[in-house]
């Protein structure tokens, strides 16, 4: 089971850091990103984490991602948001590198929205 939180209304260039508990057998072996999805837009990939948190890539280096195996988590930090950053972000599990089709295991999302 995968599942984000943290998600809500920030204003334009506010920081918001999104969280994702991951439970059962993959939490400790596979990676793990974070992916976006605007409305009328694809789905697109944030960022990457490997299982053991060696390797990490990000297509934006406003965002940081980061883990915490100890605590099933894995973070997304989100610095200097624009309107154009609000989208549902969802966790995926399972998979690597930042492309959608890489993932087996999804979360519902969480709604980020960036408005004054």
């Known amino acids: 089971q995968v599942l984000e939180s943290g998600g809500g209304l920030v204003q334009p260039g506010g920081s918001l850091r999104l969280s994702c508990t991951v439970s059962?057998?993959?939490?400790?072996?596979?990676?793990i990103g974070w992916f976006r999805q605007a409305p009328g837009k694809e789905r697109e990939g944030l960022a990457y984490?490997?299982?053991?948190?060696g390797r990490t890539d990000h297509a934006d280096s406003r965002f940081t991602i980061s883990r915490d195996n100890a605590k099933n988590t894995v973070y997304l930090q989100m610095n200097n948001l624009t309107p154009e950053d609000t989208a549902v972000y969802y966790c995926?599990?399972?998979?690597?590198?930042?492309?959608?089709?890489?993932?087996?295991?999804w979360g519902q999302g969480t709604q980020v929205t960036v408005s004054s």
């Open positions: 059962g057998r993959i939490r400790d072996y596979y990676g």
């Open positions: 995926a599990a399972g998979g690597n590198g930042l492309s959608v089709k890489n993932y087996n295991y």
């Open positions: 984490i490997s299982s053991n948190g």
